[in-house]
Every structure is written in structure tokens, then in C-alpha cells.
């Protein structure tokens, strides 16, 4: 499987990261390699292996219905880089 | 040319935990903005997500209650998408491992019974709040993580009212599950509908549209009757019709297409690496089961079985869980093996006055062994059903016996011929035309003569006692 530049281009749009023309040719690279790595799966005996959705042999990891202490409304924005009074603020998304 | 409607609904309901579904922030309606967060649930880098015991058991309850088959296999799947009130810039959610598939809800609808399918109910979290002001969107994080169901319908209902009634089936289970708060203005509960139109006998399903934005069950059937509207006009005119998004617009009444995304979705599913899977074996399923309360169909015919009441009764007091417990407390305690005189005061007067109150049956300050004795004093005609009804409302507003109410208000009833006489002769003089009209054979007109002789004797003569009076008087003459 070999992969073009629009979907190079899709992907990033999708994850929102901008690629200048030389990125764009050396990625295009890497994930051939990366799929064509994947790829070798398909060369394997693998009727006996069951699928899995995690790498850990571990399961239903729950935790009790318990509150824990949140943190403050002024901690929570101290990072933020744009607020109004406790909120968050975005540019506006709707008209 | 007839066009058949499909509808079906998907419904987000909140989960009643104390906590979030990932972390342990509180679930409290109300709080300052951005005061129940912490780093899971704002997304910052290294938090690990751990999911809520309660959360994941009041799941398995609900999707048992509707029948639906636990997988037994589950896993969590990250849907990806930006906005922004969703601060790890994926929704924790499922794919293709849903909790639970093929349920199913038993709906009443214009009194017919219609079993309506359940495609699948799966966990996933709520995003925050957006509030829209000038220039800028605000976003408020403490809703975000609040473990949320998805129960997605199959496109079974086939009318606006169907959906309406399956709506309130639902609601009305997930009350008796005590899951969830249900409560569609505070946003507990949050409906989706699918509606297309197909040629009445095609197999084929028609374009669909999507309608968001409805806040009540109300809204709901209107957007949806709005759209039926909408897609008949443009089909009937041959117009193509847009799959696409729309959203009811309370106001105007309207359902107004939302602006499209460029492309299609792609959300990019693919299992989350931080939450492991889950195995939901037999036993567990077996302990949840038996944790179910008797649930409204079932309640139902238990009500016609044991109490002898009618379907339509019954379905009336068991939509709520609370209110079926008092009612059914009211008919053991109501002597004799004949309750309809009871369920008629409950469905009646009762719930009357609990409207009134805007307040639930159970929520009424009423001592049943006081209704229980009022109905005796109507039963016996030593007060009129009138008068009973208003001693009812004293009853729920003074929290005193019926019997001092009665004899305080001087209500009871007279039943005895002589005393009655005067009145009557009075009545028989001055409505003279009433008398002809009756002698001419209008039978509506000795109704109206027993309406004077209640009037004069302030509700207090007994109508069937005056009505055989002035009957016999009438036709002796």
C-alpha cells in the first residue's frame, strides 16, 4: 500500500497540523514504511491468535464511584490562554 | 401518492454517579464553571482515565432492563474530532464492541401495543458546555466526562406520536432503573431523531434527515411532525431531497438546515490504550439481574392480574415508579375485592389535584386511610361525589379527618324524600318550560331540574334520590 500526498494532506488537515511541501514528500516516505511494516502481518500464520484491542493481558480496571477533590476553577485556567471570569474563552465557533 | 414515516431516535442519558465516568470529579448540577475538573477530565497530558464501577453496573442494569444482549467482550474506542468543548480532542466511546445490542421496548401507542427495537446501547462520556456570546464562545468543563448511554432505536416508529410515546416507555423504566435523572431540561436526557419518508409498501428507506436541538419530548414530536411536513411538500414536488443535519427551532417552529462540515465524518475510531478492556462474564450479569425491580409492563399486568384493574388503569399508574407504590398501597388497604370506585378517585380527582399541585400522586400530603374513608361516605350517598371531590381538596389542604370535614361543612347528603319535597315544588313552579319540555318527551330537561334542585339545596339533595322524585311527580301528574 503506498500512500499519495492528498491523503498526507487529508490527515493532517484531520489532525490539524500544518505540513510545508518538503514534510509533506519525507512523510509521505516514512508512512509507506511504516504500512509496509504493518503489511508483513498479512505473511503470518495467525489462525491461532485471538484479536486484541490492548497489549496489557489485564481487564475490567474499574475504580469506585467516589468524588476526589477537583482542582480550583482559577487552577484549572492558570494555563489557559484566553479566559473571561471562570470560563475558558474561544473564538466564537457559531454565527 | 402516501408516504409511510421512519423515525428512529437516539437517545444520550446521563448517568446519575456521584462522579465522572473517568475520574472522580463530582457530578453536581449548578457548580461554579469550571470548578468540578481536574486533569483527566481537561485532557492534560499523562492523566490516566479509570472507569466508574457504579457507572458501568447502572449500564449493564439498563441495558438488561431493555432486553438487549451484554457483549461479553467490551472495549472503550477513541472517537476523534476537534471542538471545543471536548479538551483531549477525542470523545471516549465505543465502535464496534458496544456494551449491549438487540434490545428492545414494549410501547403503548393510540392504545395498540408495538414492540420497538433497540440497535445497540454503548458507554461514552459528555462533552462541556458552550455559552455563545459576542465575539467569543465561553466553555465550561464541569459536564465534561459525565458518563453517558447512547440507545440507539431501530427505525421502527413510524409517526411523530410513536416517537413521543416511546420516549416516555423509555423515561419511565429509567426511572424504575433509578439510573439516571431523566430530566431533558437540565440536559440529563437528550434526544436525536432520524426521520426519512418512503412510498407507502417500499422496502427501501428514503434520504434521512437528522434533527437535533429538541429540549423536551414536546419538541421532539414537533420537529418531527414539522419535518413530516417539510419532506412530503418537496417530495410531492418531485424535488430531491439533501441527506443533512437540521435543527428545530423552538421559536419559529421550524427546523432550519445546520451549516455542513466540508467532507464526510471521519472520526478515525480506534481502541483507547488507556482503559483496558472489559469481560462481562455470567455472573456479573446474573447479580445485576437480579437487582432489577418489577418494571412498568410487568407491573402492569400484575395490576389487571391481581386488583382486577383495566389495562388502561393500570398503565396509568405505573408509568411512574413512586406513584404506582402509593397507588398499589391505596388498593390493598381499600376494603373488598372490587377497586374500580378507588382507581377511578386516584386516576380522577387525585391526580387532578397532583396536577393542580403541579406535584406527583405520591408527593400529595394525603393519609389513604382519609380517601379510603371519603370513598366510604360517597359509596354509602351520605355526601355527593361533588361535595366528596371538595372535601378531597380540604383534605390535601388542612391534613384533617374526612369525617370533620364533612360535618364541618355540613355535607351530608339528603337522601330522605320528605325533606326534599319543598325544594322540588319550588323548582317545578319556576321553571314551568323545563316541566313542558320533560312531558314533551326531552329527557334532557329532568337533568336541568335536578341541576335547580342541587343548586337550592347547596350540593347537598342526592341526585339520584331527586331525579326519582321529580320523574314520578311529573309523570303521576
New interface residues.
Partial sequence: MSIDKETIKHVAHLARIELQPNELDKLSGELDEILGFIDKLKYLNLEQVKPASHILPINNVLREDEPHVSLTSEKALENAPSKQGNFFSVPKIIE | MKYQTVIGLEVHLQLN???KAF????TDFGK????????VC?GFPGALP???????NSAIKLALAFGCQIQEHT?FDRK?Y???DLPKNYQISQFD?PLSRNGYLDIYSQDKPKRIGITRVHLEEDAGK????????????NRTGIPLLEIVSEPDLFSPQEAFDYLTSLKSIIEYLDVSDCDMEKGSLRCDANISLRLEGAKELGVKTELKNMNSFKGVKDALTFEVERQTLLLEANQKLVQETRLWDVEKGVTVAMRTKEGAK?Y?YF?D?D?????IDASIISQIKAQLPELPPEKMRRFVKEYGLTEYDAKILVSSKNDAEFSESCIRDYPGKDKKELVNWLIGPLLSEANFRKIKLHELNLNKNELISLIGFVERQDISHLSAKSVLSQLLDTGKSARDLIEEGNLKQISNAEALLEVMETVIQENAKSVSDFKAGKTNALMYLVGQVMKKSSGKANPKVVGELIRRRLTDA
Fill in positions: 454517579t456521584k462522579t475520574c472522580g470529579c463530582s461554579a464553571p469550571n470548578s468540578n475538573v481536574c486533569p481537561l479509570v472507569y466508574n464501577h457504579q457507572a458501568l472495549k476523534n476537534f471542538y471545543p464492541l458552550l455559552i455563545h456570546e459576542t465575539g467569543v464562545s465561553l466553555v465550561d468543563f471521519d478515525r481502541p490504550p482503559l483496558t478492556v472489559f469481560i
